[in-house]
């Protein structure tokens, strides 16, 4: 695929020594060595960070033993709800579920019109090596236009989600963890799997049982502004008052990866043998999804910084990933035909 030079704005940024955030990066202030105020804060060693993946290791360990496996019923056909895109991360995550813990897993992929196809290849590919049921849940695509074509116009949700991600990415994920929510309530599955990398969500989220006043907190501030732009007709993606009626029902969240030893090049080499392909056409920060480089393009030209830069940062500074190659992600080439895709796509 043809491709082009980093965006002429990243040229001129002043970058941490150590993390790649750059100056742009809301909040940021450096040291005389070029240090970020995020990296100074981190003083966490090695050791403690390997000790505490243990212990998040042992705690869902005990999770299965005590609550998971006994309550396994004549009504409960699956143990967890994965959250399962088709891309590395999930890919990688299902598999552990399965195979290392042994869980019965039904897999749900959120179609917001734009995965790739290879992503829908893998995702037959890899459930059906798996032996996992799967369930694809497509919005109207009136829907999704409406959401994006807002999403590249104005900003929907906080001041603080634009420092994780893009408007429209911000958009699907509240769909997926909300329609996520809503099945593993109405279908009694206890658990609930996503595959955030280590930088995209911190170990004290690992493992967290869902309650109703959170969840309606965060639902109403994804729901609120997409009714506003798509009409009643979006409530059905998300709880009614019905599903908040028993707390027990609520299902743990889980994201394994955060315990789990994380590689991006040993995961991909590993789900090959589930039939997983790495994709050609979509960019480097998504394996899945065609909408995510028009996404980043627009959050850059807003906010002079890359959405994914906050994730990436994380691994680069905990050890997860090498400099040289979050910096290929965040500041390396664009793909313009992606973008062009996206944009002709919305209209
Ligand atoms: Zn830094």
């Known amino acids: 695929m043809k491709t082009s030079d980093s965006p002429a704005l990243f040229n001129q940024l ?14 940021i202030s450096f040291d005389e060595k070029g240090l970020c ?8 060693p090695v050791e403690a960070a390997a000790e505490e993946k243990k212990k998040y290791e042992q705690k869902f360990i005990d999770l299965l033993n005590d609550q998971i496996l006994p309550g396994r019923t004549n009504d ?20 552990l579920l399965k195979l290392k813990y042994g869980l019965r897993v039904l897999a749900v992929s959120f179609d917001n019109g734009f995965i790739s196809d290879t992503a829908i290849s893998n995702i037959k590919r890899v459930t059906d090596s798996l032996g ?31 420092e994780r991600a893009s408007t ?41 049982k869902n309650n109703p006043a959170l969840s309606r907190m965060s ?23 019905g599903h908040y009626s028993d707390p027990e029902k609520f299902p743990y969240n889980v994201h394994p990866m955060a315990w789990e030893f994380y590689n991006e090049a040993m995961i991909i080499d590993d789900i090959k043998q589930y039939g997983w392909q790495a994709p050609a056409d979509t960019d ?64």
């Open 76 to 95: 409960r056909s699956y143990d967890i709800l994965m959250a399962f895109s088709g891309g590395k991360d999930s890919t990688y995550t299902m598999s």
């Open 37 to 44: 105020n995020f990296c100074r804060k981190n003083t966490k």
């Open 284 to 347: 480097s920060n998504s394996t899945n999804c065609l909408l995510n480089a028009y996404a980043n393009d627009i959050h850059i030209t807003k906010y002079g910084f890359h959405p994914y830069v906050w994730e990436i940062a994380n691994m680069v500074r905990d050890g997860v990933m090498p400099r040289g190659e979050g910096y290929e992600k965040i500041y390396g080439k664009q793909q313009p035909e992606l973008i062009e895709i996206a944009r002709r796509k919305l209209g």
């Open 132 to 162: 996992i049921d799967h369930i694809f849940f497509k919005p109207k695509w009136e829907i999704l236009k409406k959401i994006f074509s807002a999403a590249k116009e104005r900003e929907l949700y906080s001041k603080k989600s634009l």
């Open 14 to 27: 002043r970058l941490c020594s150590n993390c790649i955030l750059p100056e742009s990066f809301p909040g």
């Open 168 to 208: 429209m990415c911000t958009s699907c994920i509240g769909m997926v963890k909300s329609i996520c929510l809503k099945m593993a309530i109405e279908q009694n599955i206890p658990l609930i799997g996503y595959g955030w990398s280590p930088g995209q969500a911190p170990i004290q989220s690992a493992i967290m």
């Open 219 to 241: 639902q109403q501030s994804i729901l609120v502004p997409l009714r506003e732009v798509a009409g009643d007709e979006i409530k059905a993606y998300f709880l009614g008052e």
